[in-house]
């Protein structure tokens, strides 16, 4: 990536990250610029890596994934390949939002939605639990999103 040029690229940032619904004629005068250079500019940052994607925020309740539940996952070795096993079989999941390695207690953090707790017992015992290398899996019930995908501030 390369370095943001200016201000107007990080004020596209912003309302973007804010609203990626906008129109390219709604950006660029919110950003007071011309419409082409707003769209010469937009592409760029899609291009240089700055964007990785515009994407819809569903409503997790509405369809019926008002579960969230966070999992330590410990594996049973430390070794580049048990990493590249486990990782390899957790991006097939569709119920993972989100798996990142850690350090610390777990090996790795996952982020599932899930309708229930019956829901989450099943996916545990019938596809978490027979995931390369794992050991042990702690799992953390969320009582309340008190934050959930905030954006990011620069």
Do not use: W
Not at 68 to 87: A, P
Not at 124 to 142: A, E, I, N, W
């Amino acid at each position: 990536m390369d370095q943001l040029t200016d201000k107007i690229d990080i004020n596209i940032l912003r309302h973007l990250q804010k609203d990626g619904r906008l129109t390219n004629a709604e950006l660029s005068e919110k950003v007071n610029i011309s419409a082409a250079t707003c769209h010469r500019r937009t592409q760029r940052l899609f291009k240089d890596g700055y964007i990785s994607s515009v994407q819809a925020n569903i409503n997790p309740e509405s369809v019926g994934h008002g579960a969230l539940v966070m999992v330590g996952v410990v594996l049973d070795r430390s070794t580049k390949e048990s990493f590249r096993n486990f990782e390899a079989a957790i991006v097939k999941l569709p119920f993972v939002l989100d798996c990142h390695l850690t350090a610390g207690d777990f090996d790795y953090l996952l982020k599932i939605r899930v309708r229930d707790l019956k829901d989450f017992s099943k996916l545990h015992g019938d596809k978490l639990l027979g995931l390369p290398g794992v050991s042990q899996t702690r799992t953390f019930f969320v009582m309340k999103e008190v934050i959930d995908n905030a954006r990011l501030s620069f």
